[in-house]
Each structure stands twice: as C-alpha cells, then as structure tokens.
C-alpha cells in the first residue's frame, strides 16, 4: 500500500521560503501522480500543486504560480522511498494552513483532485 509522509512545515515570516517534503514509498506501479493540498482553518482543502510520474507533467493553483515549485517526481524500480518536494518562496500571511501531500494511480495531475492515498500534514504558519 502506497504510504506517505510530509514534513518540513515550520514558522517563517512574509517572504521567507520553506521546502516541504513528501515521503512515498509501496507503489505498484511506475505511474503515479503526487499531490499537495493545503487546508486553512475555517476553509475547505485547496489543490495547490501536482505531478506525474510519467511524462513529470505538473499543474499548479493560481494563488501559488511562480511562487510554489514542485520537485521532479519517479518511481525507482526497486520501490524505494521517493520523496517529492514543495519548494514554497515569497510566502505570504495567507499561505497558513496544514500541507499534506497525497497519490494516486489512476489520476491525471491538474484534472482532478480525488486521491486515494493520504499522508498526515505539516503546519505551515507564516507571519506578517
């Protein structure tokens, strides 16, 4: 079973940056996509940012475009753990929320946002 784990969250200040990480391991196969989703309190949980084990095709949120960098996402063939990065500059008071990263097998990065496979969040809080 695919399983993973994001860490990496912290405190920053307004313009500061932050990388996030996302360990996955037990895929079944070499096409998978890796999602990060945000939730902020009070408001539902945001796509933010994805990619393709495939064709590395990546799709991003608006409110993160040129600020947000995903990190090339392929599955070693032994199935060793991958780990995916977020790359989070120019963070803004608005950025606060709890980052988790996910998987999917079946899904098409950008085209959806249902995935099977959770892992447990990281806060991120950003000051004014």
């Known amino acids: 079973e695919v399983q993973l784990q994001a860490s990496g969250g912290g405190l920053v200040q307004a313009g500061g940056s932050l990388r996030l990480s996302c360990a996955a391991s037990?895929?079944?196969?070499?096409?998978?996509?890796i999602g990060w989703f945000r939730q902020a309190p009070g408001k539902e949980r945001e796509g933010v940012s994805c990619i393709s084990s495939n064709d590395g095709s990546t799709y991003y949120a608006d409110s993160v475009k040129g600020r947000f960098t995903i990190s090339r996402f392929t599955i070693s063939s032994d199935n060793a753990e991958n780990t995916v990065y977020l790359q989070m500059n120019s963070l803004k008071p608005e950025d606060t929320a709890v980052y988790y990263c996910?998987?999917?097998?079946?899904?098409?990065?950008?085209?959806?946002?249902?995935?099977?496979?959770w892992g447990q969040g990281t806060q991120v809080t950003v000051s004014s």
């Open positions: 037990g895929f079944t196969s070499d096409d998978y996509v």
């Open positions: 996910a998987a999917d097998g079946l899904n098409i990065c950008g085209s959806s946002w249902l995935y099977d496979y």
